[in-house]
């Protein structure tokens, strides 16, 4: 008999609850104290020993416990862009390290599921320092403030006694001494600790049931490159993720080694510094990935266009045709169908490695169910209730101002705002006072273009109009000309509300009417400036138009600014 010593983190919730974390597994435990965690996690790891014959060995000598203070700028996330908060956040990261033998050391970031090799000493508090800061910038504040509520925790040692001649069990990512996978992706599903921390909000796809199933049986049992493809909103990654969840349940009934591994493109190439070396480490990336019968899950397969090199003929997507045709690993991934059209065009062998799944948007009844259906996982979990004239007023509101995007995804992102500002509030419903405010918060429109019952009387709108704008009745005439067909919901909502050009000399309110027109629409309960200025005097030559519409990786300024 040899004894495996396994490092146990415990927190202290309060004062009759422990929580405690196997380091270097999935497994974890609450109970009343740590004699009783630690008696639920070895009787665990005893029967699931006795009954399957393996262990996981956690590969680290003498376990030491260190705290690291780490200060986050949490971002809150809007449509394509990010907009940091005014402080700072300090957490306190929990790591666990020590020797693994051969001149190495180990590392892990229990609370973030992740784990780093080290040959240097000196580099243990720069590494856990990236590690954490690129875990926390995916993470929203309210994820963020909810890490920083956990205590600092302590460290105990749970012993469990096993034969010399059984195998320990490398089947969970700690357990793999890979250099480049765990470095350029992380494996998926993640542990139920860390799906608790990062969102309360189930990560269904209902109404797309069999989508879910075609996608599953395609990577599964056909074992083909897929791309799931769809406009934004109509539930692309809630398939994917969907999928992966069905097959790897069904892998551990089946006992069948299969793993997926989540990655983004500029990864790939982000610590590259010299010619070669990023292909290099991607071809080290499929052969790790073969070992652990990895499956790659690509969230943005464009950018695998835009990366590696300044055309697409140089880039990670063109390097990866041939491994792709030959069959030396899988992948799966989503994307627009603009995004599609575009890698048709620029790089077509590449689209001809995946089988296409597309997902058309719901119908209206396929709508009103997955907002219902969300309504009712809010009230039984979140004991928080959503109205039904709530559900009727937001499905109006976003059908006709937020047509850049599809239902139900944006109908899910928009509720999941309404409940969190509930939850701040210590609200239990959601009513239709509350759908506007949130969206007024949202899109700056006032409650005049939101409510049928509040009429546009057209004396106020020119008294507005007049007080901003001097001695200008005919400019003055139009904008409100415009307002009232806004209201009226006569305008094209695929096209802008209207294009004007102001003329004029100098001081007579061209830029005032602009100001006074961008406030009135635009103005109510933003924090920014509804009116975007550009100078044009700034692109007198032709080489400058880059500059203001973009050209290949480089966003123009006024791409930029509307975002």
Not at 15 to 41: N, P, Y
Not at 363 to 377: G, H, P, T, Y
Not at 520 to 539: A, C, H, T, W
Request: hydrophobic share 40%; with cysteine; proline share 4%.
């Amino acid at each position: 008999m040899i004894i495996i010593n396994y490092p146990l983190l415990y927190f202290e919730l309060k004062q009759d609850a422990v929580l405690g974390v196997l380091v270097g597994t999935e497994h974890q435990a609450i109970g009343k104290d740590l004699r009783e965690v630690k008696s639920f996690l070895y009787d665990f790891l005893q029967k699931k020993y006795k009954k399957e014959g393996e262990y996981t060995e956690v590969g680290i000598e003498q376990p030491r416990l260190k705290i690291i203070d780490v200060k986050v700028r949490p971002r809150h996330k809007a449509q394509h862009d990010s907009y940091a908060t005014g402080t700072d956040v300090k957490l306190s990261l929990s790591i666990v390290y020590g020797e693994s033998g051969q001149g190495q050391y180990l590392c892990y970031l229990p609370m973030l599921n992740d784990y780093f090799y080290y040959h240097d000493a000196r580099q243990l508090r720069t590494l856990a320092l990236y590690f954490a800061i690129d875990h926390y910038n995916r993470l929203s504040p309210e994820q963020i403030y909810r890490q920083a509520q956990f205590s600092q925790p302590k460290m105990d040692n749970l012993s469990l006694r096993v034969k010399e001649d059984f195998d320990s069990n490398w089947n969970y990512r700690y357990d793999y001494p890979y250099k480049v996978l765990p470095k350029l992706a992380e494996k998926y599903p993640y542990p139920k600790v860390i799906r608790r921390n990062q969102s309360h909000f189930p990560e269904a796809a209902w109404e797309l049931e069999e989508k879910v199933l075609d996608v599953a049986d395609r990577i599964f049992n056909v074992r083909t490159n897929v791309l799931v493809v769809g406009n934004h909103g109509v539930g692309k990654s809630a398939v994917l993720k969907a999928a992966i969840r069905k097959i790897s349940t069904q892998a551990k009934k089946q006992k069948i080694d299969i793993s997926f591994w989540r990655i983004r493109a500029q990864r790939i190439t982000a610590s590259s510094k010299y010619l070669g070396e990023w292909q290099e480490a991607f071809e080290e990336l499929i052969d790790e990935l073969e070992e652990a019968d990895g499956i790659l899950w690509v969230e943005d397969v464009i950018q695998l266009l835009q990366t590696g090199g300044e055309r697409p003929e140089d880039s990670v997507a063109a390097f990866m045709i041939n491994f792709l045709q030959e069959g030396d690993f899988q992948v799966v991934g989503e994307a627009t169908k603009q995004e599609l059209e575009s890698m048709r065009r620029f790089l077509p062998g590449f689209v001809e490695c995946f089988q296409v799944v597309e997902i058309e948007e719901l119908k209206e009844n396929q709508v009103q169910s997955v907002m219902n259906q969300f309504a009712d996982f809010c009230d039984k979990n979140l004991k928080i209730k959503i109205t039904q004239d709530a559900i009727a007023l937001t499905y109006r509101l976003l059908l006709r101002y937020y047509s850049y995007e599809s239902f139900p995804g944006k109908a899910i992102r928009f509720f999941q705002e309404c409940v969190h500002d509930a939850q701040v509030e210590e609200r239990t419903e959601v009513q239709q006072i509350d759908i506007i405010k949130n969206f007024t918060t949202q899109t700056g429109l006032p409650e005049l273009f939101l409510r049928d019952d509040l009429l546009l009387k057209k004396k106020e709108l020119q008294g507005y109009f007049n007080t901003k704008i001097i001695g200008q009745p005919d400019a003055v005439k139009n904008l409100v000309d415009i307002v009232t067909v806004f209201k009226a919901g006569l305008n094209n909502p695929k096209k802008p509300i209207s294009t004007m050009l102001f003329a004029g000399p100098t001081g007579v309110g061209k830029t005032q009417s602009a100001k006074a027109l961008a406030e009135y629409f635009f103005g109510k309960g933003q924090k920014k400036n509804p009116l975007v200025r550009i100078d044009m005097s700034e692109f007198q030559h032709a080489g400058q138009i880059v500059q203001l519409i973009g050209g290949g990786n480089q966003v123009g300024r006024l791409v930029q600014e509307i975002r």
